[in-house]
Protein backbone atom coordinates (compact mmCIF):
# COMPACT_ATOMS: atom_id res chain seq x y z
CA UNK A 1 0.00 0.00 0.00
CA UNK A 2 1.53 3.43 -0.61
CA UNK A 3 2.41 6.14 1.77
CA UNK A 4 -0.38 9.27 1.96
CA UNK A 5 0.56 12.52 1.67
CA UNK A 6 -2.19 15.38 3.05
CA UNK A 7 -2.44 18.64 2.15
CA UNK A 8 -4.56 20.41 4.55
CA UNK A 9 -6.16 23.71 3.62
CA UNK A 10 -7.58 25.05 6.66
CA UNK A 11 -8.96 29.53 6.59
CA UNK A 12 -10.11 31.20 9.71
CA UNK A 13 -12.97 33.59 9.80
CA UNK A 14 -10.70 37.14 8.71
CA UNK A 15 -11.31 38.58 12.37
CA UNK A 16 -7.75 39.11 14.10
CA UNK A 17 -9.69 36.65 16.92
CA UNK A 18 -10.52 34.07 14.91
CA UNK A 19 -7.16 33.92 13.50
CA UNK A 20 -5.38 33.93 16.82
CA UNK A 21 -7.25 31.05 18.34
CA UNK A 22 -7.45 28.58 14.74
CA UNK A 23 -3.98 29.07 15.19
CA UNK A 24 -3.64 28.45 18.65
CA UNK A 25 -5.89 25.49 18.22
CA UNK A 26 -3.84 23.95 14.97
CA UNK A 27 -0.46 24.46 17.21
CA UNK A 28 -2.15 21.67 19.85
CA UNK A 29 -2.40 19.14 16.89
CA UNK A 30 0.97 19.01 15.98
CA UNK A 31 2.74 17.14 18.92
CA UNK A 32 0.13 14.61 19.68
CA UNK A 33 -0.28 13.78 15.90
CA UNK A 34 2.89 13.03 15.35
CA UNK A 35 3.09 10.63 18.12
CA UNK A 36 0.29 8.77 16.26
CA UNK A 37 1.12 5.57 14.77
CA UNK A 38 1.83 6.15 10.85
CA UNK A 39 2.60 9.66 11.32
CA UNK A 40 5.88 10.29 8.81
CA UNK A 41 5.10 14.22 8.53
CA UNK A 42 2.73 16.78 10.13
CA UNK A 43 4.36 20.30 9.42
CA UNK A 44 1.85 23.63 9.93
CA UNK A 45 2.40 26.50 7.97
CA UNK A 46 0.64 29.94 7.96
CA UNK A 47 0.74 32.21 4.59
CA UNK A 48 2.77 34.68 4.61
CA UNK A 49 0.10 37.42 2.65
CA UNK A 50 -2.85 36.39 4.15
CA UNK A 51 -2.71 35.34 7.73
CA UNK A 52 -5.62 33.34 8.17
CA UNK A 53 -4.80 30.90 5.99
CA UNK A 54 -3.07 27.94 7.14
CA UNK A 55 -1.66 24.69 5.67
CA UNK A 56 -1.02 21.30 7.34
CA UNK A 57 1.67 18.78 5.00
CA UNK A 58 1.23 15.28 6.02
CA UNK A 59 2.68 12.39 5.16
CA UNK A 60 1.45 8.91 6.25
CA UNK A 61 2.69 5.41 6.21
CA UNK A 62 -1.12 4.53 4.71
CA UNK A 63 -4.46 6.12 4.41
CA UNK A 64 -6.47 4.04 7.43
CA UNK A 65 -3.71 5.16 9.58
CA UNK A 66 -4.74 8.44 8.49
CA UNK A 67 -8.38 7.94 8.74
CA UNK A 68 -7.58 7.05 12.67
CA UNK A 69 -6.41 10.15 12.80
CA UNK A 70 -9.48 11.94 11.88
CA UNK A 71 -11.35 10.40 14.79
CA UNK A 72 -8.68 10.72 17.14
CA UNK A 73 -9.61 12.43 20.47
CA UNK A 74 -7.31 15.95 20.02
CA UNK A 75 -8.54 16.24 16.20
CA UNK A 76 -12.57 15.75 17.89
CA UNK A 77 -11.34 18.42 20.63
CA UNK A 78 -10.10 20.98 17.51
CA UNK A 79 -13.40 20.56 15.70
CA UNK A 80 -15.39 21.44 18.84
CA UNK A 81 -12.72 24.88 20.26
CA UNK A 82 -12.48 25.82 16.56
CA UNK A 83 -15.22 25.17 14.13
CA UNK A 84 -17.05 28.58 14.74
CA UNK A 85 -13.68 30.52 13.51
CA UNK A 86 -12.93 28.45 10.76
CA UNK A 87 -14.64 29.67 7.19
CA UNK A 88 -13.31 26.71 4.99
CA UNK A 89 -11.37 23.72 4.88
CA UNK A 90 -10.20 21.76 2.40
CA UNK A 91 -7.94 18.71 2.07
CA UNK A 92 -6.09 17.12 -0.51
CA UNK A 93 -5.42 13.28 -0.50
CA UNK A 94 -2.18 12.33 -2.31
CA UNK A 95 0.42 10.21 -3.57
CA UNK A 96 3.67 10.53 -4.52
CA UNK A 97 4.75 9.61 -8.01
CA UNK A 98 8.38 10.84 -8.40
Known sequence: MPKLTVVANITAKSAPESIALVKSELEKLIEPTRSETGCLQY????????????????????????????????????????????????????????
Open 43 to 98: DLHQDNEEPARFLFFENWENRDLWQNHLAAPHITAFKAAADDAIEDVVIFEMTQVG
